[in-house]
């Protein structure tokens, strides 16, 4: 299967997920720090499954062992930072913050993976961040101050860009699913060290009828990090897929419109549609 293919099924699956989030989020009170470990460890849980199914051996790690607590650092750090974020600026806001975590993959990935910065590439990323803000932006009054949720925001996506370039380089040592397992733990067992108290919070989420939301939630996101960074393994570049991953964003409110009945501002969706599209033909 080409990179192509396997980055666009990523987005795919991570917007399912999303649904899936704002399904669940909608009836759950649970805390946000609480969903996030839960969430890591159960993810962890499944992959661990799959190593003992398939016998997938565990590769020497200590040459990435850097890579490995850099990036679980990383994760822990854009994680909280979403979260903090999320709880003192609007979603709309955050989430064009969150592109500039394009640029973040684009710097990094040309100065660490040696890729080339190319015109397409500088195009495809604007096309899609202005699709993705198109789509988001919402018309306000008075002035626009910058606020501690935006400098969350920032940190986040720095974070999150980083850390993609950073995964990239791990996959092209010791694989897609390995780097998986402890990508997804090492994340979720640094938070609970820093909030030992979510533990009390995270029995909320370990009803049946939540647990199910989460399962069907985790799948979908273990999907998408699957076949993004399946896309790389396949030749693909970072510079390339993480900027057509943020078309996500898009994704989800097409989604968002049939699942979830979110017909509001068509215009703004179609128009963010086509730029995007734009972005991601350049990118292919």
Do not use: C
Not at 31 to 38: Q, R, S
Not at 103 to 127: C, M, Q, Y
Request: no cysteine.
């Amino acid at each position: 299967m080409s990179w192509f293919i396997l980055a666009v099924l990523s987005v795919t699956f991570y917007s399912l997920a999303t649904i899936a989030q704002r399904v669940m989020m909608k009836e759950d009170d649970s805390d946000p720090t609480a969903f996030m470990i839960v969430f890591q460890f159960l993810v962890t849980v499944v992959i661990i499954g799959y190593f003992l199914i398939t016998k997938l051996s565990i590769p020497n790690i200590l040459p990435v062992l850097p890579n490995l607590l850099l990036n679980g650092f990383l994760i822990a750090v854009a994680s909280l930072s979403m979260f903090k974020g999320l709880k003192l600026i609007e979603a709309a806001d955050f989430t064009i913050i969150g592109t500039s975590s394009t640029f973040w993959g684009l710097i990094t990935a040309s100065i660490f993976l040696k890729e080339a910065v190319t015109i397409e590439k500088i195009a495809g990323t604007i096309l899609i961040v202005m699709g993705v803000i198109i789509v988001t932006a919402q018309k306000k009054n008075g002035a626009i101050g910058f606020q501690k949720g935006h400098l969350y925001s920032l940190i986040s996506a720095s974070a999150f860009g980083i850390s993609f370039t950073n995964e990239a380089f791990i996959v092209s040592q010791i694989g897609v699913m390995q780097n998986l397992l402890i990508g997804f733990f090492l994340p979720g067992l640094i938070v609970l060290l820093l909030y030992p108290k979510s533990i009390v919070k995270m029995k909320l989420l370990l009803k049946p009828n939540k647990m199910i939301k989460m399962t069907v939630f985790s799948m979908l996101y273990l999907f998408g990090a699957i076949a993004i960074f399946s896309a790389y393994k396949s030749g693909g570049e970072v510079s390339k897929i993480f900027p057509i991953g943020k078309a996500e964003v898009i994704f989800t409110a097409i989604l968002g419109a049939f699942i979830l009945k979110e017909y509001d501002h068509p215009v703004k969706k179609i128009l963010g549609v086509l730029t995007t599209f734009g972005g991601v033909l350049l990118l292919r």
